[in-house]
């Protein structure tokens, strides 16, 4: 079934006007007919089972079968404040972390990341990585699109995780796994959690203690991993932690 996300104002008591791209999108690429069965998301996180009604030049109408379906996000929102990397890693980070139900990305300039990006490339940047965060949404049927921000200083993103439960930081220097089962254990209590991951060149020793106050710095095993390597194994561990607690 495919799925499709529209603005609150498209939603009737009965009915759903899908417009723009996607009209296109239902039309001529899929080829949809009336009948047909879709799934559409609002931004609030509300999900509806529709079917076609009819299709124009300008608009598709759906008729609302059912209100309210079982949704697809985590239990707990998940910050991913991501190290900025080189090449088209963080188009991959994206990607993946939509897939794995991240709920932000918060792009950040630390002190080591290889890329330096000015504000009108970062603006740019930010504009394609929202639309990659879309697509990733849709195919991963996903109850939101999550939010892509403008790139952040560390400082600003450190205070900005402030905001959640917990914050769990990967670094590449520390030993032993015992943290890491400790941080993973009782997530049952909390709604959100932000996750830092360093770039290419890794946090900074004064990144890092200035993370620790307030987060709990564990290791992702012995190997040194990718940042994007990172971010995804970090993802997949509070997905599947998350995914098979009592609240579920």
């Known amino acids: 079934m495919y799925q499709f996300f529209v603005e609150d104002d ?8 899908v417009t723009g791209s996607d009209v296109n999108h239902i039309k001529n690429v899929l080829r949809m007919k009336p009948g047909e069965r879709v799934r559409i998301s609002n931004q609030s996180g509300r999900d509806f089972l529709c079917s076609v009604e009819s299709l124009s030049e300008d608009e598709v109408l759906l008729h609302i079968e059912k209100k309210d379906i079982p ?14 990397p080189k090449g088209e890693r963080m188009e991959t980070v994206i990607e993946k972390a939509v897939e794995l139900g991240v709920y932000e990305i918060i792009p ?7 890329v330096k990006l000015d504000a009108k490339k970062a603006e740019k940047k930010v ?9 990733a949404a849709k195919q991963s049927k996903r109850s939101i699109i999550p939010k892509i921000h403008p790139l952040m200083s560390f400082r600003e993103a450190a ?3 402030q905001k959640c439960d917990r914050c769990l930081v ?3 220097n520390e030993e032993g796994m015992a943290a890491t089962a400790q941080a993973f254990q009782g997530l049952n209590d909390v709604s959100s959690i932000s996750v830092f991951i360093g770039p290419e060149g890794g946090f900074a020793e004064e990144e890092i203690e200035a993370l620790r106050g307030d ?3 564990i ?7 990718r940042t994007d390597t990172a971010s995804i194994t970090m993802l997949s561990m509070l997905m599947m932690s998350l995914e098979m607690s009592d609240r579920m």
């Open 71 to 84: 949704g697809t996000e985590l239990p707990a929102k998940i910050y991913l404040f991501q190290g900025i």
């Open 159 to 161: 205070e900005y995780a």
């Open 170 to 172: 990967p670094y590449e």
């Open 219 to 225: 290791s992702l095993g012995k190997r040194i991993l």
């Open 215 to 217: 987060s709990q710095v």
């Open 10 to 17: 498209q939603i009737g008591e009965d009915m759903i006007r």
């Open 127 to 135: 504009a394609r990585w929202q639309e990659i965060a879309r697509s």
């Open 108 to 114: 950040v300039a630390m002190k080591y990341c290889v």
